[in-house]
């Protein structure tokens, strides 16, 4: 375990804490203490085997308990971790606990000192006079399983001693460091070890041997990176955290990896272990006052939001230890004890408990050896939450049997009430519920249950059971879906919910005049878009209720503060308030200037005036700059940008998940540069690359120029476009297009750069265009009587997936203010007619793919699996242009083949059913037959 971000102190446990063989023979440890998807198979298909070192132990999470919360409480961890104390330990467990499923007895920072003669660890004799090895048979005596602590390098006195590695003296640990030197660990003990290496891998493999002759079962992996506080690839051990696994495998040793691993490496921590701790330690650092607090209960919260669907079996999610069981000793409340033991069994989390179990009060046993909660905790399905929007919240999973579980957490400091909607849960349908704290059966419920006077951090946990005749929608990520082959999540093939605008002008001719022509788009542009950049001094000031755009504008005070914006189109109208404390401002455009334009109005206030405009200009890629002049204040309210119709653009920053990097790349964040979202990604080593793969006609690449920067080499779909380069001599350019390319094939395409010089690269965002969903995405209308006619719009999607129309937060009426029609939309002249003059948008919302998420394959043969027993089975998922064909199997019988193309992308479509099924166990097959693609998103059954 390791530090809390808070305390970036040493932790208070023992000396001698570096990895195996970190300090060489002879030299005695000092004082310094160490601180701390291709899914599994449905159940009724044939087992598949698991992934990490542990095997078939890891099939569920494991049981038990660890010393390292012990060893901060009691402020003397070097010496807590006595062989006396872990026999009392192992004693408590076999006769409190063990009964119950827990074994494990992980004995954490401080177990070892010195080396042996080939650079292996070698266990205290201060802490265990009668050998290490006494200890360990003690506890397997007890039927128990034994764990010790480790961390990555290896330390410069071992390279200086230069020692042979056992088995191979060919190999000496003088040769392992890589080469130039690199720090291994949070704390700086020691180098990384090259695994490119032979001999590096034959060191680990000696360690390895060793551990499982003391007959070790468990490794707990310490400061790995990325994670442990360095998510930049600083600090890289994942080389180390491969070679460990490989050595760990043969004797099927658990490997747990800690602390706040990088979930950006998920997959890759899912390969080579059987754990890997979420966040930063649970204790609060409280030496003989708590074991935690409150807060590091309540902040893994946000977390699991994002880990839940990484852990299952063979590998977990681990929210280090429960503190739970000694109330005296916790740090918590009864309630908020209840809500951990809660958090961790729904969480399918490591089950191991961190207090003194010689200690254990009645109600922490009582938590502890619940059986209905262990068992929740052991059916190994990590639960998700509905929303994570307020402090009410409920997580859910499905299990086996197809029951739900259920956890109503009150987050908040009150008490409060929390209702669970089954159709939030993917349930239609009634439901037995039952409540598995008290193991009571609290009756049947029609669509839903409400929780009431649940106390402050406190929790309900539910069973519910669907009644017969129910229908259960499973999403694609459900552990009971089983996939073979390659079936990466989203990678760009999902669809998210989506507003398309039509750009409406409204007009009157009643008394002469011309109506504006229609086919140019005016979007709006709001002050506090990230996209602006400001220079200089500028503030925001909101609510004034003077009639500003969304009800606030952007200001400076200082004559030549700046706004710059850089835009796609053909012209832009520079939009402000008009005030006898404005003055003049000069406007450029793509450097080159304007005019100077006034913004001072000798009496009132106006508020929304174009102060400048343009039109005309190539559509392209163009730069707005204002600079303060005179005048007290210069604002800032929006921009209106002008674009042909039929083209929208999606702008995704430097951290969308959409975007993947490639070598050691960091984040940098607030640097003032404006840059988009205040933030940009960078990589220094020449060949490190982005890339990422969009739906659209084209992209823009957006970064910094700079004189630091240099070139990169751009690639689409894996051909070579061009060299551009990111260099400026002087100054700082913010949000640049140094690449643009239009004129793509509506589809899927990548866009790859690859560092080729200078001394950084940076990705600030990708600027992706897509055709419109909405034909014509511009319309005008003409309030005269004569001229007033119904505007018309053809969907790029489905109907069916049009979930609302609105203007201004008002959702129009289907039926009065528009109707539909096949791929139709017609917004009534009545309903026009009633808005006022100027521009508008009416902004059509489509929905998702459920919850967001499709898994893809790309391979012809590549299957999926899902078993059920129930009566009736339907596959919701997508259609589009880039689908072929699949062959939907029932119970190992072709049924149909089902044609998934479509002329347009549609969500949640409903394209094969099969009904009355015997109520029997049955399974689900569907494969690719052609098509670039083949999506799932949803399988629906109804029980029995």
Sequence with gaps: MAISPGRRRLRVSAATLLVAALIPLGLSSTSVAAPSRTTAAAEAATVQPLAGPAGEAARTPYMGWSSYSMQVYSNNGGTWINAAQLKAQSDAMHEKLQPYGFKYINIDAGWNDGVDAYGRPKPSTTLFPNGFSEVIDYIHANGQKAGIYSIPGISPALEQANLPVFGHPECRTGDLALQPLQQADYWGFGHRIDMSKPCAQLYLNSIADLYAEWGIDFLKFDSVTPGSGHNDLSLDARAEVAGWSQALTPHGIWFELSWALDINYADYWKQYANGWRIDWDVECYCPGQALTAWPNISRLFPKLADWWRHGGPGGWNDLDSLNVGNGAMDGLTQDERRTAATLWAVSAAPFYVGNDLTQLDQFGLSLLTNTEVIAVNQAGRPAQPVSTATDQQVWYSLNADSSYTVALFNLGGSQSTVTANWSDLGLTGGAQVRDLWAKQDLGSFASGFTATAVPAHGVRLLKVTPQAGSTISVNDDDQRVGYAGTWPRNGGREVTTITDSLALTVADTTAGGTAPAAGVRTTEVNNDNPAINYTGTWNRSWSRGLGDYQDDVQYAEANGDAFSYTFTGTGVDYVTEKHASQGDVDIYVDGVFKQTVSTYQASGRSAQQVVYGISGLTNGIHTIRGVKKTGQFMLLDKFNVRTPGGVRTISLNNNDAQITY??????????????????????????????????????????????????????????????????????????????????????THTIRGVKKSGQFMLVDRLDVRQPSLLTPDTAVFDKKTSAQADVVVQLGRPTSDLTSIQRGGTTLVNGTDYTTSGAAVTIKKSYLAAQPIGYSSLNFTFRSDYHNDIHAATANGASLEFAFKGTSVTWLTAVAPDQGEADVYVDNVLIQRVNLQNASRGTLQTVFTRSALTNTDHTLRIVKVSGTVLRNDVIRYTTA
């Design 662 to 747: 490639t070598g050691s790349w960091g984040n940098s964040t607030g640097r003032g540069f404006g840059d988009y979202r205040d933030d940009v990604q960078y990589a220094e080593a020449n060949g490190d690359a982005f890339s990422s793969t969009f739906v659209g006609t084209g992209v823009d690449y957006v970064t910094e120029t700079h004189a630091s920067q240099g070139e990169v080499d751009i690639y689409i779909d894996g051909t070579f476009k061009q060299t551009v380069n990111a260099s400026q001599a002087s100054g700082r350019g913010a949000q640049q297009v140094v690449y643009s390319i239009s004129g793509l094939a509506n589809g």
